[in-house]
């Protein structure tokens, strides 16, 4: 018996930015309008709000794509990422950090955009969902933005779906070796270290890895560092414990 595979990797590809509601965020899971505490909103990205704010504030810092797997060239890069990435993928969806104890210029948006925050490999058959990417604009990094918005997915993930959140077992949290403060803070939020995930990525030629066998692709290679919050551990302290950090930073 004969076989065809028809399948066709995805490319980049020009993304109309017009605003069309309503947004399809097109996610296999439940996905809030808004998540906030006091201080802090997350809300899913549209990039005909969101995209040029953000990315212009990312660009104004090459140091913060340093460490991450992907890179984003220019504007267009990062719209195709979330396009091709992020939306076209049922497993995934990425939000807009938003510091609402900072004024806005635009009415649409209730403070400043302080970062964004990706849901991915979510498996609702098992239960489990990776936080990835955080990314922390300079200006509100070392603030009480990160615990918020890390604590504001956590909750969603892991609180019963009587509290309001997912009810999943999982939550994981992968960092590059090199970059020890990814990888503090997810162990200040409660994250367990559980190891280390050999040539994990597929690195753009001019980011820093680990050199390969240049039969096998362009690009150095990484490893990853890999942490979990579990549902056991969340109703064992770490969420009272959260809900201290995100408090008092």
Not at 234 to 241: I, L, N, Q, Y
Request: proline share 7%; net charge neutral.
């Amino acid at each position: 018996m004969s076989f065809i595979n028809s399948y066709k990797p995805p490319s980049w590809k020009s993304v109309d930015i017009s605003l069309k509601e309503p947004f399809d965020v097109n996610c296999v899971i439940p996905t809030p309008s808004v998540l906030e505490t006091e201080r802090v909103q997350i809300t899913p990205l549209i990039p005909a709000i969101h995209g040029k704010k953000f990315y212009e504030a990312y660009n104004e810092d090459p140091s913060l794509g340093q460490y991450l797997p992907i890179a984003w060239q220019n504007f267009e890069d990062f719209l195709t990422f979330h396009e091709v990435y992020i939306r076209e993928s049922v497993n995934s969806v990425l939000f807009v950090i938003i510091d609402k104890t900072k004024p806005s210029d635009d009415p649409r948006i209730p403070g400043q955009i302080a970062g964004v925050l990706g849901f991915i490999n979510i498996s609702v058959q098992n239960l489990s969902l990776e936080i990835g990417p955080l990314i922390i604009l300079p200006k509100f990094q070392r603030t009480f933005v990160s615990a918020n918005a890390a604590g504001l997915a956590l909750r969603y993930a892991l609180d019963l779906p009587s509290e309001g959140g997912l009810g999943f077992r999982r939550v994981a949290w992968t960092a590059n070796p090199f970059n020890e403060a990814s990888v503090t803070a997810a162990e200040k939020l409660g994250f367990k270290r559980e190891g280390l995930m050999r040539w994990t990525w597929v690195l753009p030629k001019h980011l820093k890895g680990y050199v390969v066998d240049g039969a096998r692709g362009d690009g150095p290679g990484r490893d990853s560092v890999m942490l979990s919050m579990t549902w056991d551990d969340w109703v064992s302290g770490k969420r009272d414990d959260l809900t201290k950090r995100m408090e008092r930073v």
